[in-house]
Structure formats: C-alpha cells, structure tokens
C-alpha cells in the first residue's frame, strides 16, 4: 500500500489529472522542469564560471549558491501552486457533494410527485398523508442545505454579519428546547435543561448563537437511535464566560473520526455511508460562529456510547 | 409474479418506489442496507435487483461485487439507481458487472419501470 502510494506520488501524470488543471498549472510537472533548469544552469555556469574564473573552489561554491537559491525560489513557487490547485480540487469535490445532497430530496419529491398525480396509480387512502409529509420533509431538507451554504459561503467570504447585543442566552436555550421537545418525543428520547441560577445576560449575536443552539441539539437527536436521554446544560464558568453543553446517549463518534468532525462536509464524505440525513455543514458553521463570538467548541465522545459537545461562551 | 429486490437507505423512496413496483405487478422485496440486501439476494434469488450505491453497513459497490462474485446471483441483473453522476462512478459499475445505471434525479419513474420491463419482463 505505501509503496503504491509512493510510487503514484512519482506519477507527475497521474498527481495532474487528479487535480484537473492544465499541465502547465499542475504543481508536480512545474517542480520537475524547474529541476531541469536548476540542473541545466548549474551546468552552465559552472563551464562559463571556469572559462572567466582561474581558482576552481570559486566556481564550485558560486555554482552552489546559485543552484541552491534557485531551488528554494522553485520550491516555494510549487508549493504555492500546489495550494492552488489543491483548492481548485476541493473546489470540484465540494461541487460534486453538494450536488448528491441536493438531489436525494429531489429525487424523492420528484418520485413522491409522481405517484400522486399519476392517474393509473393508486394512491392508498391512507398513504396520502404521509406522501406529502415526505414531500414537505424533503423540500425543508433542501432549504436546510441551502441555508447552510449560505452561512459558509458568507464565512469564507468573510463577510458573516455580527450584531451583538445584550440577551438572555438561557432563554433562547430555553426556546429551542421546547420546539426540539415534540421531535426528541417523537422519537421516544428524552430532552432535559438545566440552567444554573443567576445567569448574567451575555453580549453577543442571538441570531447566530441560536443555530449554534439548534445545530447541536438536532445532531443529538439524529444521532440518537431508539430511546435515549439529551441533557442540556448552563451553567457560569470562571467568573465571566457561561459553559452551554449538550450530552446525548447516541451513536458517538468513532476515534478515527473525531479529529474530523468540525471539517467542511466531513460526514458527507466519510459518512456518505451513514444512515443520518445532514448537509455535513452544521459543526463547521457551529465552530465557526462560537470562535468569531469569542468563544470554544469541543467535545467529548466514545463510540456508541454518547457525546457531548460544549461551547465557553465570554460574557461580554 | 417476477421478485425485485430494492436496495435502497432512503425511506421515503424506499415506500413510494416499492408501492408503485407493486401496483405495477412486481413481488417488491425490501432492504434498507448493503449487508441485509446482500443476504436476501443470496436467500431470495430475486429476477432483478434494484441497488443505490450510498448505503449503509456495506456500499454499494461491495454489494455488487459480491453479488457477481456467488455463484448463486451472478446471473441476477442489477441496476443501479443512484444520485452519484461521475463517470468513474458509472465505468466501475459497468465493470462490475451492472446491466445498466439510472441517474435517479434523470428518470422517471415510468421510464424506470420500462427498463425494468425490457430486462424481465413484466
């Protein structure tokens, strides 16, 4: 296995295409015709320094000064091209993401559409509800996506708007968690608050903070399969930040993945396998947000036993 | 009453898909996951398998694989029915041994049943 990476690695052809660039542009092929104009140099001047230079130790070191120079200067330019088109890449991947998570709720109102209007088909009485509750579920799923995307694009273009002001954090916790009470119930788990007493208002953005809020406790409950509990937490810690968390008794998160997590699509990719329905963007918006508030994000996780995820926010 | 075997995660698609196969005459077997799908294939032996390649518990692909690879169910024709559009995604399952691969988003799902029907007929 290494030894394959290793050699694909020498494959300059193979590194390019993967890209998807042109071969001038492609990272790999400039390095090896930069390497043949350092070699090429180093030749030259080494016949033209020993024309015009009588002591040979003079050509030698000029010579080396040069070619080392010049293959520092290539290597950073390389290397600053590779970025690019790593960009360019991953520009592509994210496209092509985008576009599977798009279309399985496409698909499905799609399909759902035309089983309904269909006049040979048949729809059971009693199926009709549910048909269009799937319709209904898939076209917020679609919207969910294109929220998030928005949020990311606004963030990588840094150009997400904060307006702080002074609320009451408890209370918008408060709030999501009785709207997200008639899913978890549905759902058969249980979801608790508890709030420490004396809470201070804290200064900051509300409507941000609340899809931080609304992120992790919706992932609780998705990756909680069958009964369990979710504890939501507030409390005061060191004097002028409050600690939010949130514990479920889900899935958790395998080891392998955790350093993962709070990455760009992560689930999408890794978890394209995975049964749960997510745009893959709701950690990196949550993380995001908490760290332009001036906050940390962090979890705790044991593969299938639970997670729990914090968030210090400052006070002011 | 031919037997069609839908592999497929998405519960939505997995109801509305298998009612319109049945009223269309077909006996719809279920799975939600690679690994459940791989094994009714072996103990079922469908007339035609209908297989998504993101799943759960086993891929797609490995499903397919496998499939082709038993004695017992080479010879059952699959067609995927995926989101997934690279054409390396098509050319691997072309070389697995897949009949033919659907664009879910691309078909109808009439066309999808002629398809069907022109495989195994109804």
């Known amino acids: ?316 | 009453m031919k037997k069609i075997l839908f592999i497929e995660d998405e519960s939505t698609l997995q109801e509305a898909v298998g009612e319109f196969l049945r009223q269309k005459g077909f006996f719809v077997l279920k799975a939600m996951d690679g690994e459940t799908g791989l094994r009714l294939a072996k103990s079922e032996r469908p007339d035609l398998i209908l297989l998504d390649l993101v799943l759960p518990k086993k891929e797609g692909f490995e499903v397919l694989e496998e499939l082709k690879g038993d004695e017992g169910t080479k010879n059952i024709p699959v067609i995927i029915l995926t989101n997934l559009e690279g054409l390396k995604d098509l050319d691997k399952a072309m070389s697995f041994g897949a009949t033919t691969y659907l664009v879910k988003t691309q078909y109808k799902l009439e066309e999808i049943f002629e398809k069907i029907k022109k495989i195994i007929g109804e």
């Open chain 1, 1 to 316: 296995m290494d030894e394959n990476s290793f050699l694909s690695q020498l494959n300059i052809f193979k590194q390019c295409r993967r890209y998807g660039v042109s071969l001038w542009q492609c990272p790999q092929f400039l390095f090896v015709v930069m390497g043949l104009v350092i070699i090429l140099t180093s030749v030259l001047s080494y016949l033209i320094g020993s024309r015009y230079i009588a002591e040979e130790e003079t050509v030698v070191m000029i010579v080396l000064i040069v070619s080392i120079f010049l293959f520092v200067l290539s290597y950073t330019i390389t290397r600053s091209f590779e970025r690019v088109a790593e960009a360019s890449r991953m520009k592509s991947e994210f496209i092509n993401i985008v576009s599977h998570q798009l279309r399985s709720p496409l698909t499905n109102i799609k399909w759902t559409f035309e089983i309904l209007s269909s006049e040979d088909f048949d729809v059971p009485e009693s199926k009709q509800e549910e048909y269009f509750i799937n319709v209904k579920e898939n076209i917020a799923r679609m919207v969910e996506l294109i929220d998030d995307l928005l949020i990311v694009s606004r963030i990588e273009q840094g150009q997400l708007p904060i307006q702080k002001k002074e609320f009451d954090f408890a209370e918008l916790v408060a709030e999501q968690v009785s709207r997200y009470k008639i899913f978890s119930e549905a759902s058969h788990i249980k979801l608790s608050l508890a709030v420490e007493e004396g809470l201070p208002k804290i200064f900051a953005d509300s409507s941000l903070l609340k899809l931080v809020i609304e992120n992790l406790i919706d992932n609780a409950i998705r990756y909680t399969t069958g009964k369990g509990e979710i504890a939501v937490n507030i409390k005061r810690r060191d004097n002028n930040k409050i600690l939010f968390s949130v514990k479920d008794s889900g899935v958790g998160i395998p080891e392998k993945d955790q350093k993962y997590i709070f990455q760009k699509f992560f689930r999408a990719e890794n978890a394209l396998k995975q049964r749960t329905k997510g745009s893959g963007l709701g950690l990196y918006v949550c993380k995001t947000i908490v760290e332009k508030s001036g906050g940390q994000v962090w979890f705790k996780s044991k593969d299938q036993q639970g997670t729990t995820f914090f968030v210090v926010l400052p006070i002011k």
